[in-house]
C-alpha cells in the first residue's frame, strides 16, 4: 500500500471565506472551499450519511 499525503486547505484561504461570510450582506448557507469539499458533499448528496462518514473515516487514517 502505498502512502499518500494529502494537501490541506491553508489559513489564508479559509480566512478570506470567514471574511467573506461575516461581511456580506447577503451570506450564504454553505461556503465550499478547500481540498476535498465539493467531492465530500456530492457524496452526502447522493450516496447518504453512511457512505459520507465511511469516506471520511478512510480519509483520516
Request: glycine letters at 8%; proline letters at 3%; aromatic letters at 14%.
Amino acid at each position: 500500500m502505498q502512502d499518500f499525503e494529502f494537501a490541506t486547505t491553508g489559513s489564508e484561504v479559509l480566512g478570506e471565506i470567514f471574511v467573506e461570510a461575516a461581511t456580506t450582506d447577503e451570506p450564504k448557507c454553505r461556503y465550499v472551499k478547500g481540498t476535498g469539499a465539493r467531492p465530500a458533499l456530492f457524496i452526502r448528496k447522493w450516496f447518504g450519511d453512511r457512505a459520507y462518514e465511511f469516506v471520511i473515516q478512510r480519509m483520516a487514517r
